[in-house]
């Protein structure tokens, strides 16, 4: 990896961890897909995408199956700097129009003004020079490009068990970022994005799948903070999440015999547009 990755994501996503990751993160809802290609610049050819974090391909192949993307995309180049998820990636991506190479936010390897649109999902809050990122965002979009930033976020407001699974989790932060709405909003008011983009557009999706009590357990468990810790740590953070389930303070069931009760999130999607 190179030296612009936060050490917490290069020991946490290493090799080894990417098959839960990818297994039990959670997909993102067909309307915010939908909705970001309704923003999109409707141009005749198709379109050249930028995915910068791709990771191991959750959100790709989300955007392949789309409907309303499938038939649209030209060329899509992942950009990812952890070996393990471009490997992963490689396995799951199964289309030729799609690559993946190592780079970061600010280092992509990417033409000057090559892309339509850069989609990074669930990952810029990782980014650790915004500035540089943003100038390089600008290097390699058209004129009428524009940037999408997607995350997808447990809902603490909606049920008592998901605030105190998040907490328990970042308890174990040890100075790893996470979605910060006002953090993210200073980022976008820095000179060197005020420079080169127009004010953000901001939309928001409320959704919810199914989880079990493994479900949520193996979804913290591939957290890069939680991935790097000894076992016995680990067993405590599992330990900790089955009391607050059992607990379960606002747990809304879809089968209480099968144990499947609903996993509530919010998809929020950022747009910038380059000037």
């Known amino acids: 990896m190179t030296t612009s990755v936060h050490p917490n994501a ?51 192949r989300a955007l392949l199956t789309h409907p309303e993307w499938a038939a649209s995309i030209g060329t899509l180049r992942a950009i990812e700097p952890s070996a393990g998820m471009r490997d992963f990636w490689t396995k799951c991506v199964q289309d030729n129009r799609c690559t993946i190479v190592n780079g970061t936010f600010d280092d992509t390897g990417v033409e000057d003004g090559w892309a339509d649109l850069i989609i990074i999902a669930q990952t810029f809050h990782w980014c650790l020079d915004y500035g540089k990122a943003f100038t390089e965002f600008a290097r390699i979009l058209n004129k009428n490009g524009a940037a999408v930033f997607i995350w997808n976020l447990a809902d ?66 591939s957290w890069s903070y939680i991935a790097m810790l000894p076992p016995d740590e680990k067993a405590k953070v599992a330990e900790g999440i ?25 998809a929020r999607a950022m747009i910038s547009r380059k000037k």
């Not at 996503?13 to 098959?19: H, K, Q, S």
């Not at 040890?174 to 983009?197: K, M, W």
């Not at 089955?242 to 919010?266: A, C, F, M, S």
């Open 156 to 221: 603490r407001e909606a049920a008592g068990w998901v605030a105190q699974v998040q907490q328990c989790v970042e308890a174990r932060g040890n100075g790893s970022p996470r979605f910060r709405l006002d953090v993210l909003r200073q980022a976008f008011s820095i000179p060197e994005y005020t420079s080169l983009f127009h004010p953000q557009e901001e939309k928001q999706w409320a959704h919810h799948g199914l989880v079990t009590e493994k479900t949520v357990t193996d979804r913290a468990l």
């Open 242 to 266: 089955k009391r607050i389930l059992e607990r379960g303070d606002g747990k809304v069931w879809i089968n209480k015999e099968q144990g499947t009760y609903q996993d509530p999130h919010t």
């Open 10 to 60: 290069q020991a946490g996503f290493a090799t080894g961890t990417n098959e839960l990751y990818d297994r039990i993160r959670p997909s993102y809802p067909a309307d915010c897909l939908s909705y970001v290609r309704s923003q999109v610049p409707q141009i005749t050819t198709p379109l050249k995408i930028v995915e910068i974090g791709a990771g191991t391909g959750i959100f790709t």
